[in-house]
């Protein structure tokens, strides 16, 4: 399985941003899918996940509601919509893929892993 994300970049507080994610592999739409950030210094944090079938969502609680998280399984990509981007949404977004089913919100929960992709959120 591999996986490339797309879509960050610098905007404002207040601002909405998508990021993209595609997949390739023969099993990948088997697998439940996550977003991760990470900032310089701190360990990677769980955004939000998606189970394989798409049936099932789950979001970190500190989003309050400000980011969805989807996935479009003819175009192998899964997707996060976020919206009122604060100062602190600033980091390096990962998406990664998990044979886990249920809540999978540790890293070390997750198999294969994107390159990552920078938002910076200015104020």
């Known amino acids: 399985v591999q996986l490339v994300e797309s879509g960050g970049g610098l905007v404002q507080a207040g601002d909405s941003l998508r990021l993209s994610c595609v997949g390739s592999g023969r099993t990948f739409s088997m697998y439940g899918l996550g977003w991760f950030r990470q900032v310089p210094g701190k360990e990677r944090e769980f955004v939000a996940l998606i189970s394989w079938n798409g049936a099932s969502t789950y979001y970190a609680d500190f989003l309050e509601g400000r980011f969805t998280i989807s996935k479009e399984g003819a175009k192998n990509t899964v997707y996060l919509q976020m919206n009122n981007l604060k100062t602190e949404d600033t980091g390096v977004y990962y998406c990664?893929?998990?044979?886990?089913?249920?809540?999978?919100?540790?890293?070390?929960?997750?198999?294969?892993w994107g390159q990552g992709t920078q938002v910076t959120v200015s104020s």
């Open positions: 990664a893929a998990t044979r886990l089913s249920g809540q999978a919100t540790r890293a070390y929960d997750y198999d294969y």
